[in-house]
């Protein structure tokens, strides 16, 4: 019998096994044992890989919530303290359960908080609950004792329970009692001793159902040696689901962990890492402490609980908490768990366990783990522990792990078991095919439809009830039984059978994939022409095996004439079918079409004309032999002729060229005249040529109109077809600056420049050199202004304006003559002023004048200074002085007060020319008007030319300073006057 792994079989396979034999459910129940101390923080964490709503409640007492938790997310529910869901009464039932349902598949979790005082634990959804249960506590501390609790599911359900140690306020050690629970009641028993080995199993005394059960200690040091105490509390897994093959992996930051091992049956041999055999009889323990990852196996069913050691063992942030292993046996593919924190625990760890070959297929939230430890003693398997953050995380792999979490804080802890399947193991139901034995765990083959299957029971295990249900509507009583499906599907198979020591029907579950074959032969047209070919395609099979000696699913024919084909089909689980299908074979017309033109701009035609038959179909709908198309992309038509029923086709392309789209793109779509812009034609067809309407070619053109005007382009592509464009550059005119002037005088800021702007559009900016932004320019000195002028289009002109200042008058005199006697003392100024309108003489001697050009007569010898100080209307003032020399004999010398250094030869040279004159003191300087030098000699002989630096000076007065004493008497004089530069 052929194999094979259907994907659906897979997906439906898994979807049951998750809604029968996980820790994922969408019934619960819970309750929480005494604590160290009250009060506690009683918490319910649900969490779901598709997203869940339902309701937290306890019906005892009334109280519900309602929650919502989103795919592969959690919450948190806190049951109020008022409702005092903390078990505090031994011996008494209470109405005291926590019931969880979802309408979607949850994992829950419980934790039982306390501050320096906590654990949690992983809850069992109803469907994974049993009737048989052993106890697994830890050795009890002074007055916290060990402890469990049983929950019923159902109504009036009767429990026995046998404790290992004597009951507080209850029966001694290993003396039966009943209790009779119902659905959500709850029922404590406590013991100063170890109630480790206790059993609670349902009985029939009234009614018999499975119920759940949570134990561990209000407080216990682990191991006993060690402080500090704290709660343990986990929910104890049924008889049933205990394996024989553990791994335990150490738990971070602790140098060594605590384990305990419990027997099931009678004559139990244990061996912890192939060491020497541990024999154990049903309820009895073993206790050991474990430093490295273990291998656990028995020859027997056992429960192994992993023990966080106290503080002081070796003096970490920690505390004890107990987890209830899973075993190989029970590895689970995928699980959303939560790492929730407490007010003092803070770190996070969970520690996984695979095959050593399939750790990477082990994801953790979405990505693959590195690090990896083998077990030393069973290199199959692998181990990683890690730390992680607080809040919610997705273990996933194909190939199964087992997984526990946890978390330290000061002086406190919690650990839990992260989720695992919890399906009857100890039971086998052998699936038997064409003498080929499968078990159900590892069956996942398709199966024929009326194949008949034999089903057989393991009886090994004492089971005994066994009955059957085929899941589709048939049913079998017996060990061994065969049965077959008549139609294709996926079914449910159901051993039930009852346990021995059990009062409860039990139950394994497996799918069957049932196939039936229907194999069909379609033609793509069972009627063809001569020559032409037909595809045959098989369906309805994995494999095909045709007449024509082709083994492919669909092949292609040629028949001359009329043919009869057959296929056979078989698919993967060899199951088989045969079809058969006739082509019928008839002569052919030849069919030529052609295209005028074949290639075409958008938006034009082109005639298509056919040949060779009587009649014409086109897939354009038309029947005649020449047709007219218009179409806007490549097109290939197809023509079918028809001749005596028999058709021929032929197909023709008509190639459409797009029309390029064209657009201009203007540097400036406004300018101002006497500006450019720059056009750019664009295409969406690469290798386009433009003309532009001024007759100008390429595809950038700079333009500098006067006017506004419109340009338009047109774009041509290779295949000829054309598109145009236009924009429009509106060109405005700038404005114009109309402007007088009013000199100023005198180094005054009296001058104006009033401006009139003309033209452009206003309003208008001004922007003056000097910094002003008004049209006019009032009360400035003499001197170059420059002025921008910008309208509101922006345009601009500019000009530069020069305010001149107006002369100034120029004070000028000659004395006749400037040195005389007092024989002769009268002196005659002739003014040489020009431009003044107001004249004041100062003699030197105290006396002064306003004439024009006075006669002075000095009454006394000496020298005198002469001032001549002259004026304007504007107020603008001139001087210009000279010394007159009164001698008492006769002694004279000349300084003329102007010279024309022109290079005409005449009038080149200012000098001194006189009598008695002593050449050895002489000295003369030359000052311009603001008192800087720019002339000195002491040689009487050389004169100024008018330079200075060696470039002449501009026209206009200077001063000069004269020294030099007389021959006859050396008397010193000291002449000071002013002489006029004229070109």
Same mark, same amino acid.
């Given at each position: ?13 898994f ?51 309602? *929650? ?7 919450i ?29 598949p ?10 320096a ?10 469907q994974?609950l049993? $009737?048989?249960? =052993? ?30 140690a004597?009951?507080? %306020? ?11 629970l ?11 001793? $170890? ?56 738990? =971070? ?62 003096n ?13 046996e ?9 790492? *929730? ?14 095959k ?41 792999s194909?190939?199964?792990f087992?997984?526990?979490?946890? %978390? ?126 037909i ?167 700079t ?13 041509t592509?290779?295949?000829g ?7 429009t ?20 800021? $009296? ?28 009360n ?50 002739e ?132 020294? *030099? ?19």
């Amino acid at each position: 019998m052929k194999k094979f792994l259907l994907l659906f079989a897979f997906l439906l396979n898994f979807l049951n096994l998750n809604a029968q034999y996980s820790t994922l459910g969408n019934d619960f129940w819970v309750s929480f044992m005494q604590n160290y101390n009250v009060p506690t923080n009683c918490i319910i964490y649900i969490t779901s890989p598709q997203g869940a709503t339902g309701t937290v409640s306890m019906p005892g007492s009334g109280w519900s919530q309602d *929650f919502t938790v989103g795919a592969n997310a959690s919450i948190g529910i806190q049951i109020p303290a008022a409702q005092n869901p903390n078990i505090e009464n031994s011996n008494v039932v209470l109405n005291k359960g926590v019931h969880v349902v979802s309408n979607n598949p949850i994992a829950v979790y419980a934790a039982n908080q306390r501050n320096a005082s906590s654990d949690a634990t992983l809850v069992l959804p109803v469907q994974a609950l049993g $009737d048989q249960y =052993m106890i697994m506590s830890y050795t009890v501390l002074s007055n916290n004792p060990s402890e469990f609790i049983i929950i019923g599911i159902e109504n009036n359900t009767s429990i026995q329970i046998i404790p290992k140690a004597a009951v507080i %306020g209850g029966v001694g050690a290993n003396v039966p009692f009943d209790i009779t629970l119902n659905a959500g009641e709850v029922y404590m028993v406590q013991s100063y001793g $170890d109630l480790t080995g206790s059993t609670v199993k349902a009985t029939n005394l009234n009614s018999c159902n499975n119920f759940a059960v949570f134990a561990g200690n209000k407080c216990a040091n682990v191991p006993t040696t060690c402080s500090y105490c704290d709660h343990l509390y986990e929910q104890m897994l049924p008889l049933k689901t205990w394996g024989k093959n553990y791994i335990t992996s150490p738990l =971070m930051t602790r140098s060594s962990d605590q384990f305990r091992i419990l027997a099931m049956e009678n004559s139990t041999s244990i061996q912890i890492n192939g060491g020497t055999p541990i024999n154990l009889n049903a309820g009895q323990y073993y206790e050991t402490s474990l430093s490295q990852a273990s291998f656990i196996t028995s020859n027997n069913p056992i429960s192994v609980a992993q023990y966080s050691q106290g503080t002081s063992c070796d003096n970490v942030t920690s505390d004890p908490f107990m987890i209830i292993l899973s075993p190989v046996e029970q590895f689970i593919d995928n699980i959303v768990f939560q790492a *929730f924190s407490t007010s003092v625990i803070n770190q996070f760890y969970t520690n996984i366990i695979t095959k050593t070959a399939n750790t990477n297929l082990v994801t953790l939230d979405g990505s693959t783990l590195t690090g990896w430890s083998t077990v030393p003693s069973n290199n199959l398997f692998s181990y990683i522990r890690i730390n992680i953050d607080q809040g919610t995380h997705i273990l996933d792999s194909d190939s199964g792990f087992t997984a526990i979490v946890y %978390g330290f804080g000061n002086v406190d802890s919690y650990g839990y078991l992260a989720g695992a399947n919890v399906k009857a193991l100890q039971i086998e139901l052998s699936i038997v095919i064409n003498n080929d034995t499968i078990p159900y765990s590892l069956f996942h083959d398709t199966i024929c439809n009326n194949q008949l299957i034999t089903f057989i029971a393991d009886t090994s295990s004492h089971i005994y009830n066994i009955h059957w249900d085929f899941g589709d509507g048939n049913t079998a009583n017996g060990v061994n039984i065969s049965h077959s499906y008549q139609s294709s599907g996926t079914y449910n198979l159901t051993m039930y059978f009852t346990r021995p020591e059990s009062c409860m029907e039990d139950s394994i579950s497996t799918f069957l994939n049932i196939n039936d074959i229907s194999v069909q032969i379609t033609p793509n047209n069972p009627q063809i022409c001569t020559g032409n070919s037909i595809v045959l395609n098989g369906s309805g099979a994995s494999t095909y095996s045709w007449s024509t000696g082709d083994s492919t699913a669909s092949i292609t024919v040629t028949p001359n004439a009329t043919t009869t084909y057959t296929v056979t089909g078989t698919n993967g689980v060899g199951c088989s079918n045969t079809a058969t299908v006739t082509i019928t074979v008839s002569s052919s017309p030849t069919i030529n079409v052609t295209a005028t033109p074949s290639s075409i701009c958008s938006g034009d035609t082109s005639v298509l004309t056919a040949s060779g038959a009587s009649s014409y179909s086109w897939s354009t709908g038309d029947s005649t032999a020449s047709i007219t198309v218009t179409p806007n992309a490549t097109t290939t038509y197809t023509v079918t002729g028809t001749n005596a029923g028999c058709t021929g086709t032929a197909t023709i392309s008509v190639t459409v060229n797009p029309l390029p789209t064209v657009s201009i793109d203007p540097s400036q779509l406004s300018i101002c005249i006497g500006s450019s812009t720059t056009l750019i034609a664009n295409s969406d067809i690469p290798v386009t040529s433009f003309v532009w309407s001024n007759n100008f070619t390429g595809n950038n053109i700079t333009i500098a109109p006067s006017t506004s005007t419109t340009y338009s382009v047109t774009g041509t592509t290779n295949e000829g077809c054309t598109g145009t464009a236009e924009v429009t550059i509106t060109v405005h005119p700038l404005p114009t600056i109309h402007y007088t002037t009013t000199q100023s005088h005198c180094g005054q800021s $009296d001058g104006n420049i009033i401006t009139n702007v003309t033209g452009g559009i206003p309003p208008y900016v001004y922007q003056w050199s000097n910094g002003a932004n008004s049209g006019n320019l009032n009360n400035i000195s003499a001197g170059n202004y420059n002025l921008t002028v910008i309208d509101a289009n922006g345009c601009s002109s500019s000009i530069s304006i020069t305010l001149t200042e107006a002369p100034m008058p120029q004070a000028n005199f000659a004395p006749k003559p400037q040195i005389t006697t007092i024989e002769d003392p009268i002196i005659y100024f002739e003014n040489y002023s020009t431009g003044a309108s107001f004249y004041e003489w100062d003699f030197g001697d105290g006396n002064i004048s306003t004439e024009y050009s006075p006669t002075y007569s000095y009454t006394n010898p000496g020298e005198y200074h002469v001032i001549l100080l002259v004026s304007d209307e504007y107020g603008c003032v001139d001087t210009v002085g000279a010394n007159i020399i009164i001698k008492e004999e006769a002694s004279t010398f000349y300084i003329p007060n102007a010279f024309t250094p022109n290079g005409n030869d005449l009038n080149e040279l200012f000098n001194i020319k006189g009598t008695n004159i002593n050449p050895n003191t002489f000295e003369m300087r030359i000052y311009d008007r603001w008192g800087k030098q720019l002339f000195y000699t002491i040689d009487i002989n050389q004169g100024w030319d008018g330079t200075f630096n060696g470039q002449l000076v501009k026209s206009d007065s200077y001063v000069y300073v004269i020294k *030099f004493a007389d021959l006859e008497k050396g008397e010193f004089h000291n002449l000071i006057g002013k002489v006029l530069v004229i070109y």
